[in-house]
């Protein structure tokens, strides 16, 4: 695990990192991030389970260079990662993530999905959950993106700064200039955060009085992302610009649907759906910087988490942490 | 190392029709950008490729060893190569359709003229310093043409849009002083002591802790300043990294292998790089070169002597500036105590700089102290380095991709001409109480006092006409001041005598003179050009005989508009880039800060911030800085105590 530190640089140290999916928003948006900040990392960080690179990876990625396409994305953004940073041992692996069985995730302190259907989503977050493994999610959905994080119960320092009027104070010589010159002592604070799992983050009920008042304050995007996710886990791809009429009418459709059996109303969201089209590679860098700084605070155990959803709206430019568990609904 | 004005100049369009079905932003074909561009500029690189084909691309520098953590365009092989050709072969890579065309060159090169400017439809900065974001400032205000404004610092950003005549300009409010510097200044040429303070940190990890290429202390041979020509430039990045990597790996090697011999480093690091320093002859026109030290003579030296610097004898031990002697002895038994600690941590161990732990703290003190004696500053006390350097930002690789993103989704809605949907968009540390980590807020309007942006820019300078020189207007005032890069100085005085002029040696006869001597007293107005910003400014004198010490002038309004301390921290935090986004100078101790934040985590939270029509500053800081002036509340106990963020 990372190493904590008392300076206010602090460096991670170890740190195994497991990406799974290079595609949308893997490396290069989340990983130039992750991995300059896990300099220091010497055991491996794997890529596995990345599907073919198509040539729409090739636009929005700069880990797979245009000759790659075809290849396993895993193992074409390979040499890049590698060259970003040397110090960080990466593997790529091109088995499907799915049919890993919970032993190959207990090698990782960190697990970070992105394009994966709800189901894996759900899976992979429950064995992290059992194991202590700090487990990460993010996608990237046209002008929208998201990061959910379930660190288990976590444990992690923070510094607290108090100005301590200087000793030196009133004593001989001490001109006011001086006196007034505080010394600001930092003490470190150890804290305990609890997370949920992602199922029940996805799972609130809405309909309790309390519940009512939050929603009024609950950024629409939590909605939208359960509508996406239902489009892939039903489409299995994401919508795409190519089929934007149908895409758009499905999401529609689906919007009703799953904001019915959630037990809220229908104009949370907007018939519109043409910003959630296409992935955006600014998008990307937000959601992906946002996500990597988070592991990094994950691993090395400082400074208070984001707890537990992260959302980001390119159009508006404005990103909202939500803290969406049951306990906080009921 | 980002030493001088840097720029990458993006020319997006000739978007082949058949690709546009695949973003949802429909860009205007010809739309042209420029961009100048530090990391999260380079960072930002990449994005906009899909979104535009054609990018040209202009900096400065070349690439040091240091950037490859942070930018994942460069890679070990490209290091002593221009950043701007290098980034182009990358992106090429991956979008081997895109037509880019790098230059090696500064922003602030005059062939950069306003008709340049005015050939883009969007100008982007991810500048690293106050001087060439003014001048790209005034640059893309008198092309008009928008400009998107970024900076960062630590865990803290920004972004905004300027556009003339519809928001602020970056100059519409003084700035704290820049707190920023580039690598170079840490390692060539330091000025103010938290430079040194800097580099003695950066020295206790390249001997003890991690050795981090970002920490360089040797003297940098790619200094741009220091040799004026980019190519040479370049050769001598090539040169220092050639032989660099045995140099870097060996800092701490070398010293083990002396068994840390106090001597020995103090000789190489206070009189061999310092020589070595004096060789780069360019850097030392128009500074006080540094005086190297010597061990053997500091040992015969009377400590009588120095002990008249002392400012404070009576104070306690830790207020106390000590001699030169007193911190050689110092640096030497620091080195030793810290050797014993690395040794019997083990093979392999590194040490954690801690402002806490006496003897690293003890060590940074003699270093720094050392290194500001070399370089001719006064000695700071071992109480005041160690709260300033308590208070030294990183630079932290995934905010610069944070601010990356938005710099282009606003660029984004500038190019498909929904520029009135633009934000000025703040990252903060932790989430707002609005729980906002990123917040978006409505664009003010210019200030009709600035005396860049106004229609006729005027300003009152208080100053001793009998006191100040023609030099130092030239140099302090209207350059350093009021920012202005080839300056032509006349007297409004019917005749239109010019005092300064930009035809080098033409009024260098004037230099010396006090400006009393050319008949300008109370009331006397100076008009000020600068031919390449298309700027002129009117300067009022207003003479004043008591003017704080060590005040050579004073720009009148400064401090009612945007005071430079505590006043006022809504100013400080929400102008723009580097210095505006990291809150160092609002020390807020104030009590009236403290009601400044609570009114605003009362105020309503469903009132949304992206209201246009709410924009009044206090909603700025409540949405944007909440826990950050909170944090600075505590940290930042005196306007001594700036934060200072560390670029390479
Ligand atoms: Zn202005």
């Known amino acids: 695990m990372g190493r904590l530190s008392t300076s206010a640089e602090c460096y991670l140290h170890v740190g195994d990192c497991l990406t799974v999916n290079l595609c949308p928003n893997g490396p290069p948006r989340f990983a130039p991030g992750a991995l300059p900040a896990s300099a220091g990392a010497r055991r491996p960080a794997r890529c596995p389970r990345a599907p073919q690179v198509c040539p729409d990876d090739a636009h929005g990625q700069f880990l797979l260079p245009a000759s790659s396409l075809g290849k396993n994305r895993a193992e074409a953004s390979l040499e890049r990662v590698q060259d970003l940073n040397p110090m960080v041992d990466v593997k790529a692996d091109p088995g499907d993530v799915e049919q890993k069985p919970e032993e190959f995730f207990t090698r990782f302190d960190v697990v970070c999905l992105t394009c994966c259907t709800q189901e894996v989503l759900l899976k992979v977050d429950q064995i992290c959950n059992k194991y202590g493994i700090k487990f990460f999610t993010g996608d990237v959905f046209g002008y929208h993106g998201y990061m959910f994080a379930n660190l288990g119960e976590h444990e992690f320092v923070e510094e607290k700064t108090k100005a301590t009027k200087a000793s030196q104070e009133g004593q001989g010589g001490s001109d006011p200039k001086k006196a007034k010159l505080d010394l600001a002592e930092t003490t470190l604070v150890k804290k305990h955060i609890h997370f949920c799992l992602l199922k029940d983050a996805l799972t609130l009920s809405w309909s309790t009085e309390g519940a009512k008042t939050a929603l009024k304050r609950t950024a629409p995007d939590y909605f939208l992302l359960q509508v996406l996710l239902k489009f892939r886990t039903e489409k299995g791809r994401d919508p795409s610009p190519q089929s934007y009429m149908d895409d758009a009418e499905v999401l529609r459709q689906m919007r009703t649907d799953v904001l019915a059996s959630l037990g809220v109303g229908t104009d949370l969201i907007a018939d519109d759906f043409a910003s959630c089209f296409s992935e955006m590679a600014p998008v990307c860098a937000v959601v992906g910087g946002v996500l990597s700084q988070e592991a990094v605070k994950a691993l090395s155990q400082r400074d208070p988490p984001l707890n537990n959803f992260f959302f980001f709206n390119g159009i508006k430019g404005s990103g909202v942490v939500e803290c969406l568990a049951p306990n906080l609904t009921s | ?648």
């Open chain 2, 1 to 648: 190392m980002l030493g001088a004005a840097t720029g990458v100049l993006l020319e997006a369009a000739r978007l082949p029709r058949s690709k546009e079905t695949r973003s949802p932003p429909r860009l205007p074909y010809r739309a042209r950008m420029l961009k100048g561009c530090v990391e999260p500029g380079f960072a930002s690189f990449p994005s906009f490729v899909p979104v535009s084909c054609r990018v040209d691309s202009i900096d400065l520098d070349t690439i040091d060893v240091s950037n490859l953590n942070r930018q994942f365009l460069f890679q070990k092989k490209h290091v002593g190569r221009s950043k701007a050709q290098v980034a182009k072969e990358s992106v090429l890579q991956f979008h081997p359709q895109a037509n880019i065309i790098a230059y090696h060159d500064s922003i602030m090169n005059p062939d950069y003229n306003v008709e340049f400017f005015r050939q883009f439809t969007l100008v982007m900065n991810a500048l690293d310093n106050r001087a060439a974001r003014n001048h790209v400032n005034r640059m893309c205000l008198a092309a008009d043409v928008p400009l998107i404004e970024s900076g960062t610092a630590g865990y803290l950003g920004q972004v905004t849009v300027i556009k003339k005549g519809v928001t602020e300009c970056y100059e519409c409010h003084p700035k704290p002083t820049q707190k920023t510097f580039p690598g170079c200044t840490i390692r060539n040429t330091p000025s103010e002591p938290i430079h040194c303070i800097v580099w003695a940190k950066y020295l206790f990890n390249q001997l003890f802790g991690e050795e981090d290429a970002d920490q360089e202390v040797s003297p940098d041979r790619a200094d741009p300043e220091a040799a004026w020509e980019p190519a040479e430039a370049e050769a001598r990045a090539r040169a220092s990294n050639e032989d660099g990597d045995i140099k870097r790996v060996s800092t701490k090697e070398w010293a083990k292998s002396t068994g840390y011999d106090a001597v020995k480093l103090f000789t190489k690091l206070f009189k061999d790089d310092i020589r070595y320093l004096l060789t780069m002859d360019k850097l030392w026109r128009k500074r006080k070169p540094p005086i190297p030290l010597d061990w053997n003579e500091i040992q015969s030296q009377d400590n009588s002597t120095f002990n008249q610097q002392n400012e404070s004898p009576l104070g306690l031990k830790d207020q106390q500036v000590l001699d030169v002697k007193s911190y050689a002895h110092l640096f030497a038994k620091s080195i030793e105590t810290l050797r014993v600690q690395l040794a019997e941590k083990g093979d392999g161990a590194e040490l954690v700089w801690d402002k806490d732990d006496s003897s690293a703290m003890d060590f940074v003190t003699s270093a720094a102290n050392l290194r500001m004696h070399i370089f001719s500053m006064n000695m700071k006390s071992r109480f005041d380095i160690k709260s300033m350097a308590g208070n030294i930002i990183p630079a932290i690789a995934t905010t610069n991709a944070i601010i990356a993103g938005l710099i282009v989704l606003e660029g984004l809605k500038i190019l498909s001409g929904k520029i009135e949907q633009c934000r000025a968009i703040f990252l903060n540390k932790q989430p707002n109480p609005k729980k906002k980590l990123l917040v978006p807020c409505a664009l003010d309007p210019p200030n009709p006092n600035c005396y860049v942006c106004a229609s006729k820019p005027e300003v009152t300078v208080k100053l001793n006409v009998h006191k100040v020189t023609v030099l130092t207007l030239q140099d302090k005032i209207v350059k350093e001041k009021f920012n202005m890069v080839a300056p032509d100085v006349q007297i409004e005085d019917g005749k239109g005598t010019i005092l300064i002029s930009s035809e080098e040696g033409e009024t260098e006869a004037n230099n010396h003179k006090k400006l009393s001597e050319f008949g300008i007293r109370n009331g006397t107005r100076l008009q000020a050009d600068d031919f390449l910003q298309d700027y002129t400014l009117l300067i009022n004198v207003l003479h004043s005989e008591d003017l704080a010490k060590d005040l050579e002038f004073e720009v009148v309004g400064d401090e009612i508009i945007g005071p430079k301390s505590s006043e006022q921290p809504t100013r400080n935090i929400t102008n723009g880039s580097d210095d505006g986004a990291q809150p160092s100078t609002s020390t807020a101790q104030d009590e009236d800060d403290e009601d400044v934040l609570i009114v605003e985590t009362e105020e309503d939270p469903s009132k949304n911030a992206d209201d246009t029509e709410a924009k009044n500053r206090k909603r700025k800081l409540d949405d944007k800085e909440y826990t950050g002036a909170k944090r600075m509340r505590s940290e930042l106990p005196d306007d001594k105590q700036d934060d200072v963020i560390a670029l390479d």
